[in-house]
């Protein structure tokens, strides 16, 4: 149980072009999906918070119409970076968390490798 | 400045040895602690949870320890095996509920 799919897993596209990531979960209602960027053997950073139906809410320093979320089902955030840079290339990763309580562990994808050229 | 702290060198055992890994911080106080698992190219993979009144959580052969007084958490694993080669990533509460705030991981070699 508790599978997240996030999609594209890898993605190459040209400078200036939008990309989208989307994340389900497949199994089971997330009121809530996180989105994290990794540099190579950096750890997770969190980009930002998603609540299904409301507006994202993002970290310091992270550009909200750079990297526009939207949680507009229980089971389906996307993350579209806009106009990418090549400084936007790294491992986008989503996670998925059911609520409820707030010790519960979060349930992440597999990643999607962004590369701009 | 709120911190966490993981051994950023690989720690390469061998086979059938316990692997010890630590995860410090500072400045926080953490309500509970996480371990993930994260392969290359992959995301993590949740392994265990510790609350702050627990000092000691067993799952297989996976062992986590949480010393709120050392600000310390260790997470063991038994009689290792080639397969437990990863990178492991602790993870702690941040100041709002559900965020997770993550060290930059311990990568774990078990040689054959």
């Known amino acids: 149980g508790a599978v997240v799919s996030q999609h594209p897993s890898w993605v190459i596209c040209k400078s200036g072009t939008s990309v989208k990531i989307e994340c389900r979960s497949l199994d089971f209602q997330a009121t809530t999906m996180f989105w994290y960027r990794q540099f190579p053997k950096q750890s997770l950073m969190l980009m930002a918070t998603?609540?299904?139906?409301?507006?994202?809410?993002?970290e310091q320093g992270v550009e909200k119409d750079k990297f526009l979320i939207n949680h507009a089902s229980l089971t389906l955030s996307t993350l579209t970076v806009t106009s990418a840079h090549p400084e936007d290339s790294s491992f986008y990763i989503c996670?998925?968390?059911?609520?409820?309580?707030?010790?519960?562990?979060?349930?992440f994808g597999d990643g999607t490798r962004l590369s701009i050229l | 400045s709120q911190k966490i702290e993981q051994n950023s060198e690989a720690l390469n055992i061998q086979e059938g040895k316990t692997a010890t890994l630590t995860c410090n911080y500072t400045?926080?106080?953490?309500?509970?602690l996480q371990w993930y698992r994260q392969d290359p190219g992959r995301g993590p993979v949740f392994l265990l949870l510790?609350?702050?009144?627990?000092k000691e959580k067993r799952k297989e052969r996976l062992k986590v320890t949480f010393d709120t007084t050392l600000k310390q958490s260790l997470f063991h694993i038994t009689a290792s095996q080639p397969a437990d080669s990863a990178t492991y990533l602790c993870?702690?509460?941040?100041?709002?509920?559900?965020?997770?705030?993550f060290g930059s991981g311990t990568r774990l070699l078990v040689r054959p």
């Open positions: 510790i609350r702050e009144n627990e």
């Open positions: 998603s609540n299904e139906g409301s507006k994202a809410t993002y």
């Open positions: 996670s998925a968390y059911s609520g409820g309580v707030s010790n519960q562990p979060q349930h």
């Open positions: 400045n926080y106080s953490p309500a509970y």
């Open positions: 993870a702690l509460v941040g100041d709002s509920s559900y965020k997770l705030i």
